[in-house]
């Protein structure tokens, strides 16, 4: 079975530009996470939804960072404009539903630098 | 604020000894813990989880231990392997905040041939 597929896997770009992440969750899977990865803070909760629906984007650093759940196969996460200091690695994971014991699944990440 | 800690950044331990990785937590209303392990260029993997009314938990290698006075859980790996290498996090949720996780900053293992 395919797992969690984020893409790009790399990106790199100048500061001021868009930014969209794309993440497609494991088939049947209800709630989908958003994490971005960091020395200092290690993996941080940005945003998640349970059946498309954004239940706590608390962790959004900034308005610049939106994300959406159009459907349940697909996600994206944006960053407008992007700055030096959104350059991290970003994962998405999906779990089976909304029960806080399931495992959840991690795609491979994208790795940002913005320049 | 880190409600999940891993204080040690690195360990290196030989192979064919035991590795013990450390991790604490501040809610006590987390009930369900996790270890994930992660290779380089790759996402976490799920490893082993605990529920708060255990207080151990064995798959093969890896064994998880929770210390619910002492708000501490670990993960012991007997005996360690070379392709154990690689960074270990730990992570908490609570019931009555359902799916979302907490992670530590991870706990790089190396084992040493």
């Known amino acids: 079975d395919a797992g969690v597929i984020q893409s790009p896997r790399h990106e790199v770009t100048e500061m001021g530009q868009e930014v969209t992440l794309r993440c497609k969750p494991i088939?049947?899977?209800?709630?989908l996470f958003w994490y971005r990865q960091t020395m200092m803070r290690g993996l941080e909760l940005l945003i998640y939804f349970n059946n498309n629906v954004p239940i706590d984007d608390s962790g959004m650093p900034e308005d610049r960072f939106s994300a959406k759940m159009p459907n349940a196969s697909f996600s994206t996460l944006k960053i407008q404009p992007s700055e030096p200091r959104d350059s991290a690695v970003y994962f998405c994971?999906?779990?089976?539903?909304?029960?806080?014991?399931?495992?959840?699944?991690f795609g491979d990440g994208t790795r940002l630098s913005i320049l | 604020d880190q409600q999940v800690k891993q204080n040690s950044p690195s360990l290196s331990v030989q192979e064919g000894r035991i590795s013990i990785l450390n991790c604490d937590y501040t809610?006590?209303?987390?009930?369900?813990f996790l270890w994930y392990k992660k290779y380089p260029a790759e996402g976490p993997t799920f490893l082993i989880s605990?529920?708060?009314?255990?207080d151990k938990n064995e798959d093969g290698r890896f064994t998880v231990f929770l210390n619910k006075s002492a708000k501490h859980l670990s993960l012991h790996i007997v005996p360690s392997q070379p392709g154990d290498s690689a960074v270990y996090f730990c992570a908490a949720s609570a019931a009555d905040t359902g799916n979302q996780f907490y992670f530590g900053t991870g706990t790089s293992l190396t084992v040493i041939p």
């Open positions: 088939s049947g899977h209800n709630s």
């Open positions: 809610n006590s209303m987390f009930d369900y």
């Open positions: 605990i529920s708060s009314i255990k």
């Open positions: 994971a999906s779990s089976l539903d909304s029960a806080s014991n399931q495992p959840q699944h």
